[in-house]
C-alpha cells in the first residue's frame, strides 16, 4: 500500500520532504500540494517532477479523497487550523513543530485526536530517531551509568540571521532539546530558569546570545542546555548524561581525520540539515510503516508537543524574569500512555 500525501506548505522543509518521499524512502507519494504563496506550490511540482494537483488552501486539499496523510511544513502560527482540519478529515499528520504556538492550541489537538479515537498525528521531533540520541536512550535503559544525575547539553549554530529573536533561541532552537531530553530520562520537567553569560560580538544589536537553559525534572536531573547561535565554527549538537556510575555521550559527526600544516583535525558540520539527514529519513519511513502496519503513528504524539509547548512557555517566562519559573502541565492522558519508540533508528 502506498501513503499518498498532501503537503501543506513548499518551503524550505517541505521541499526537503517532499524529496525524501518521492526519491529516497519507500511507501509514499506526494499526491497533491498547496502554499499560500501558490507560485511555490506550482514551483514544486515542476522542480520535482511530481504528479500532483496544486490545490488553493489546506481545506481544499484535505478534502480530497486521495489524500491518506499530510505532511503540515507550513509556517509555525498556520500549524494549528491545518491539523485541526485533517483530524476532523479523518486524515494521518505528519506536522513540523511546532505543533501549535500556543499550549491551548496543542490540548485543542490533543483533545481532538483523542475525541476522534486513535492516533493521526506525528510531531516533527526528529532527534529521538538521530542514531546517537538513540544509543544514549538504550544505555540509560540499559542502567549503563546508573541512574542519570545531570546532563550538559549544547546546540551552536555558526550564524543566524537579523531577524532571529532572542525569543526564538527558546522556540525555534532549544525546542529540540526540550523534547529529545525528557525523553531520554523518562522524566517530566519541573521547573526552567534562563541565565545570560557575556553576549557576543557576532550577536547583533537586539539578541541576547548566548544563553543558559537550565531545566530540572520531577526526578531531580539537573540540566544545564547551552544556546549559542554565534559560535561561528559550525553546527554542533553536544549531548553528555552523567550517571552515577559513568557518563555517557552523543557521538561526534563522523568524518576523516587530518594532519595537515602542522594540524591534526577533523571536519565540523556548518548546516544543521546534513546533522539530522538520517533522522528525518527515519523519522517519515517510520510514520508511514506504522501507519501501515498498525494504523497509527508511532513516533512523537501530540502530547509531546504539548509538552514542548508549554515548557518552551516557561523558559520565555523565565527569560524575562531571571526567575526559576515553575513548569506545570496537565496530566497526561492514558491515550498517550504507550511509550513512543524510535522503532526505525
Ligand atoms: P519556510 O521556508 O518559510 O516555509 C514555510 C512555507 O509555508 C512558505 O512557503 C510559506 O509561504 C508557507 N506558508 C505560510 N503560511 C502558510 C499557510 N497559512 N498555509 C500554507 N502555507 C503557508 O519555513 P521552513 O524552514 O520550511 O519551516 C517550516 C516549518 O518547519 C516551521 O514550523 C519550522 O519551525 C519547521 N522546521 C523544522 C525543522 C526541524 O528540524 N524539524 C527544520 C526547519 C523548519 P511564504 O513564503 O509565502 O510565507
Known amino acids: 500500500m502506498t ?26 507519494k506526494i499526491v497533491a500540494v498547496t502554499d499560500v504563496n501558490q507560485a511555490s506550490a506550482q514551483d514544486a511540482v515542476k522542480s520535482f517532477e511530481l504528479d500532483a ?25 498556520a500549524h494549528e487550523a491545518s491539523v485541526l482540519a485533517a483530524i476532523e478529515a479523518g486524515k494521518f499528520v505528519f506536522v513540523e513543530k511546532p505543533l501549535a504556538t500556543t499550549a491551548e492550541g496543542c490540548m485543542r489537538i490533543v483533545e481532538a485526536e483523542m475525541k476522534h479515537g486513535k492516533r493521526l498525528v506525528q510531531v516533527g521531533f526528529m532527534r529521538r530517531y538521530d542514531s546517537g540520541y538513540v544509543q544514549l536512550k538504550e544505555a540509560i535503559k540499559n542502567n549503563f551509568i546508573g541512574e542519570p544525575l545531570m546532563i550538559r547539553a549544547a546546540h551552536r549554530n555558526p550564524e543566524v540571521g537579523e531577524n532571529y529573536t532572542t525569543d526564538m533561541a527558546i522556540h525555534d532552537t532549544l ?5 529529545v531530553l525528557h525523553w531520554l530520562v523518562n522524566d517530566d520537567y519541573q ?17 541576547k546570545d548566548p544563553q543558559i537553559v537550565t531545566l530540572e525534572t520531577k526526578g531531580g536531573i ?10 561561528k565554527y559550525g553546527y554542533d549538537i553536544q549531548c553528555e548524561v ?6 555517557v555521550s552523543l557521538p561526534e559527526f563522523q568524518s576523516i581525520s587530518f594532519r595537515k600544516n602542522a594540524m591534526f583535525g577533523t571536519h565540523v558540520l ?14 517519515l519511513q517510520d510514520f508511514m510503516d506504522s501507519i501501515k502496519k498498525t494504523g497509527e503513528p508511532n513516533g512523537p504524539t501530540s502530547w509531546d508537543g504539548y509538552i514542548a509547548q508549554v515548557t518552551a512557555d516557561a523558559a520565555i517566562k523565565a527569560q524575562d524574569s531571571g526567575e526559576k519559573e515553575t513548569i506545570t502541565l496537565q496530566e497526561k492522558p492514558v491515550f498517550y500512555s504507550k511509550p513512543t519508540e524510535a522503532v526505525n533508528a
Request: aromatic content about 6%; overall charge negative.
Open 3 to 28: 501513503l499518498r500525501f498532501g503537503v501543506i506548505g513548499t518551503g524550505a522543509i517541505g521541499r526537503e520532504h517532499i524529496k525524501r518521499i518521492s526519491n529516497k524512502l519507500a511507501g509514499g
Open 53 to 77: 494537483v496544486v490545490y488553493p488552501n489546506d481545506l481544499a486539499l484535505l478534502a480530497a479523497d486521495n489524500v491518506d496523510a499530510v505532511l503540515v511544513t507550513s509556517w509555525g502560527p
Open 175 to 179: 525546542i529540540h532539546e526540550i523534547d
Open 191 to 207: 521547573t526552567v530558569q534562563v541565565a545570560y553569560p557575556k553576549k557576543s560580538k557576532h550577536a547583533h544589536e537586539n539578541l
Open 222 to 231: 539537573v540540566i544545564t542546555a547551552e544556546i549559542n547561535v554565534n559560535c
Open 242 to 247: 552523567i550517571g552515577e556510575e559513568g557518563i
Open 270 to 283: 556548518m548546516d544543521w540539515k546534513d546533522r539530522f539527514i538520517d533522522a528525518y529519513d527515519k523519522e
